[in-house]
């Protein structure tokens, strides 16, 4: 039996983070897409364009939360030229009442101009537009990002989405999104062969236990208000799972990558492949994707 996936908070810790992180919520709804916030098990990532600008535990009642920050990202990287010797993570203890100061916006503010400096990948920033572009709508909902553990082991998922049945259902199918940029090697097979194909398989055969996970994400995504307000409280989740592959930039090289994936499904065709599209926009909603 695979390890169970948890992206979610305790229910006897949830009701209070709710009201503690109000703060945070309308922070991240206010700056339209370069923050994000996504629950993990008891605990979440705040990011950055999509850095992980800070991880925040929630502990058990009365003990408060630990926040914990990449050194590159605190006061210990200004003024240094080189952060290459700046590792691990500054970890803090604090009270509910002294979250909201701790992740004040002059604070996170501090942290995203640390941040920038790193110079975070092109891919990664690829990665935060699509989040951005696609807010949750009741046709397609970007559930989780950087995705692993539980049956996927250390694979990870870049994005993993959510799309209705039908129209107007409440039940939702998932879908894995691989994004890649076209310049990206990977775009030459691997992508298709040892990734897509296998995540999701991967998630067909223990759908019960990822269902079972991101029904509860989702209902408390929803009730922080990180959803809006057009979707319905509660979803189930069934199969079969689908795929994306996201090309964007790169436009040339992207072209001839694409053209050598359709390639590969001739010349080693898999019956998961129907299942799979690939898009080179943005926009996942526009009717810009391509059968592969």
Known sequence: ?????????????????????????????????????????????????????????????????????????????????????????????VKASELRKVLSKQALDRIASRIKRVNWGEEVTFEQMLITDNPPTPEFIIIDRQVTGGALGRSRLDLLALRPV??????????ILEVKLGNNPELEGKVLTKQLREYI???DDDLPNFAHCYEKTYCQMHAMRLLGDRLPSEIKIVGPVEGMIVVGGYSRMAKDAIDALRQIKKSQPDSIDERISIWNRPSLLMKASKPL
């Open 201 to 203: 398989r991967i998630l």
């Open 1 to 93: 039996m695979s390890k169970k996936i948890k992206r979610s908070i305790s229910a006897d810790r949830f009701p209070r983070m709710v009201e503690d992180t109000a703060f945070l919520v309308d922070r991240v709804y206010m700056d339209r897409g370069e923050l994000d916030l996504r629950l993990r098990d008891n605990y979440f990532n705040l990011y950055y364009k999509g850095n992980s600008m800070a991880k925040v535990t929630v502990m058990p009642a009365g003990k408060g939360y630990e926040v914990s920050i990449h050194s590159k990202f605190t006061i210990a990287a200004d003024g240094k030229q080189d952060l290459r010797g700046l590792t691990g993570y500054d970890r803090k203890v």
């Open 166 to 175: 039908r129209v107007g259902s409440s039940e939702y199918k998932f879908v």
